[in-house]
């Protein structure tokens, strides 16, 4: 059976001669996913990887700072999640001259995700496929 210290090499944590531990963001990422799954709690993940509980909850911070990228859950559980939707009545659109009945193409609207206090705000083209990724990395609501 590995040891802790070969458990956390093979993930590719670093461990210096004092005992420090650096470790890459994937695989605080991975932490991290891990804390926020249902009925996981900071204190038992920490053990689980020989970490103290305050350094988990730094990178949860992070990660909803969005300076930690969380991985996509691997699971096929949906959830919903809230969403608020702004009513703009669209301006009528004008016809291009030389061109009856064709419509001259308008600028879209950005896309915002609002979660709690963070809103992320995309540019109109961005793929419906990068629109789920971002919002698998949000996770389910608190």
Not at 12 to 35: F, H, L, M, T
């Amino acid at each position: 059976m590995a040891t802790t210290v070969e458990f956390l090499r093979d993930y590719g944590v670093e461990i210096r001669a004092n005992g420090q531990k650096r470790w890459p963001d994937e695989v605080k990422a991975q932490i991290v996913a891990e804390s926020l799954k249902p009925g996981a709690t900071v204190n038992a993940v920490a053990a689980r990887y020989g970490l103290r509980a305050n350094h988990l909850s730094e990178w949860r911070g992070r990660a909803r700072d969005g300076k930690l990228v969380l991985p996509a859950m691997e699971d096929d559980d949906f959830c919903f999640a809230p969403l608020v939707l702004s009513a703009v009545s669209a301006p009528s659109l004008p016809v291009r001259s030389g061109r009856s009945g064709q419509p001259e193409a308008q600028p879209l609207e950005p896309i915002e995700i609002a979660v709690g206090q963070v809103t992320i705000r995309l540019d109109s083209a961005t793929t419906a496929i990068r629109i789920a990724e971002i919002v698998r990395a949000i996770g389910p609501s608190p």
